[in-house]
């Protein structure tokens, strides 16, 4: 069945630094790739999303590249801010049939000024 | 557009008990999907409501159930509670098709004692 493997938290860094979230999947056939983001005391949201091999998804600053040949969906930034501070999850949809989202563990990540 | 709503926010109760759980999607919105959220488990998908029909089932065991009504509002029900049912309940609703964009609520946190 289908799984993704996010690397584990907590994450740490400072203000304006460079960060990347690793999120690699398994999967058969060709699923759409997503990242989800939790902010203290709200429900997920959508952050960005990737249909095909080597489209990239971009929202408020963060990327990540569909690469089916490595499995992966790696989450960039290049400069961080306090109010990044959340949880990030890798998702995946699709691939054989499978129609329900399946989700990473979540990645904690805090912004210190 | 009011958002998903989640009602109540925190439960307490003890093992052996039932609980329901109450979710108001999106207006327009047909799908409801539920997950479980637990520090360790990440989110676990429990099951999706379209059209007041199940349309896909996680691997949750029978004492977890749920219906949709003719307005798309859903009620999830966890019988005889258990330590371990102890978590973070979201609901997320969407138009309906595969891997829309879903839309979260701030969730229903159940501490079983």
Known sequence: ?113 | KAGVTQTPRYLIKTRGQQVTLSCSPISGHRSVSWYQQTPGQGLQFLFEYFSETQRNKGNFPGRFSGRQFSNSRSEMNVSTLELGDSALYLCASSLGGAFEKLFFGSGTQLSVL
Not at chain 1, 6 to 18: C, D, I, K, N, Y
């Open chain 1, 1 to 113: 069945g289908n799984s993704v493997t996010q690397m584990e938290g907590p994450v740490t860094l400072s203000e304006e630094a460079f960060l990347t979230i690793n999120c690699t999947y398994t999967a058969t056939g060709y699923p759409s790739l997503f990242w989800y983001v939790q902010y203290p005391g709200e429900g997920l949201q959508l952050l960005l999303k990737a249909t095909k091999a080597d489209d990239k998804g971009s929202n408020k600053g963060f990327e990540a590249t569909y690469r089916k040949e490595t499995t992966s969906f790696h989450l960039e930034k290049g400069s961080v801010q306090v109010s990044d501070s959340a949880v990030y999850f890798c998702a995946l949809g699709g691939g054989s049939g499978n129609e329900k989202l399946t989700f990473g563990t979540g990645t904690r990540l805090t912004i210190i000024p």
